[in-house]
């Protein structure tokens, strides 16, 4: 066994977060979506704040690239950003291509706090900044790959193409190398700033159940004039 010295910060950092992960798992949204019985209004309710968080969560990504020292960590990142920006906007135009106004859409609450907490690490040390973004790939690809497991019908979940997004190759190699990235840089941090990042990490963790939680109580939004 590894002695907490010799540990990856990653590894710390999940250990921390398990139980919230553990509540996403069996929060119901997640639950109704793994067995295709999820209602569309609250699927497509969080996909339009998920759009509206991917705005957001892509310039964040953007800007730490621009932080950091290491070319190919810089590079990793804003391939990342281009990707958010890609892959789900192409899930999003698949479902959300017949809706109505949905370019005027406004934050929820729960969407408003996550993405404002994102963006508030830009005045914290890059470390902590990318350890921020890290629960969004993280969780997802866990998330996704556990739906994928337990998943008894994949081909006439009319949710399959999110299944497959999160549960595939390619975000898992990108969340590897976002993951390596941090360890990374916890590894070369204080150790006052590897417990910032991991308290980051565990606080956007939280922030990732609230968001689903949010969407399955049909949050409105803030200011929805």
Request: charged content about 30%.
């Amino acid at each position: 066994m590894k002695s907490e010295h010799n540990r990856l910060w990653s590894e710390i950092a999940w250990k921390e977060s398990e139980k919230i992960y553990e509540e996403i798992i069996n929060h119901p949204f997640i639950k109704e979506l793994a067995d295709g019985t999820l209602s569309l209004d609250k699927y497509l309710g969080y996909l339009r704040q998920d759009r509206l968080y991917l705005r957001e969560y892509s310039r964040v990504l953007a800007n730490i690239a621009s932080r950091l020292d290491n070319k190919d960590h810089s590079e990793s990142f804003l391939r990342f950003s281009l990707e958010s920006i890609h892959v789900e906007a192409q899930m999003h135009s698949f479902f959300l291509g017949k809706e109505q106004n949905f370019e005027n859409d406004k934050m929820t609450a729960a969407c408003a706090l996550y993405t404002s907490t994102l963006k508030s690490q830009s005045y914290a040390p890059v470390e902590v900044e990318a350890a921020a973004i890290l629960p969004c790939f993280v969780v997802y690809l866990r998330v996704g790959k556990h739906i994928l497991s337990i998943v008894k019908d994949l081909e006439n979940n009319p949710y399959k193409e999110w299944i497959k997004t999160y549960a595939d190759t390619t975000f898992e190699e990108s969340t590897r190398r976002a993951t390596e990235i941090c360890d990374y840089l916890a590894e070369r941090s204080s150790e006052s700033v590897r417990e910032k990042m991991t308290k980051i990490f565990k606080e956007c963790a939280r922030l990732e159940w609230l968001f689903w939680d949010s969407a399955w109580r049909l949050e409105k939004p803030l200011f929805n004039d």
